[in-house]
């Protein structure tokens, strides 16, 4: 959706506003939070002998935190390339 001016913004589950921007960072963080949640299911699982559970989570923790990683080297270059071409205007 976009307000009069042109900005995009969405409905959060809360039921107010964010911008687009609020929203993508809101998702990143979603993302570290999964990352998180399933380490330590992993390191829990690992400590009650499912060996098989500790594994999987392990896994899908592993694969979540290095999309985040990959997603927030990305952001941070195109922000620091976005401030190096608009200070040389």
């Not at 400590?47 to 559970?53: A, E, H, K, P, Q």
């Not at 694969?63 to 922000?79: D, E, H, K, W």
């Amino acid at each position: 959706m976009q307000d009069a001016n042109g900005a995009a913004y969405s409905i959060g589950i809360d039921g107010g506003f964010r911008t687009s921007c609020e929203s993508a960072r809101a998702g990143r963080n979603d993302m570290l939070k999964w990352a998180i949640f399933f380490a330590i299911v992993a390191l829990v699982a690992g400590l009650f002998g499912f060996t098989g559970v500790a594994a999987g989570a392990a896994g899908i923790a592993k694969i979540l935190f290095i999309v985040f990683l990959v997603l927030f080297v990305a952001v941070l270059l195109f922000a620091l390339l976005g401030a190096k071409a608009i200070s040389n205007r």
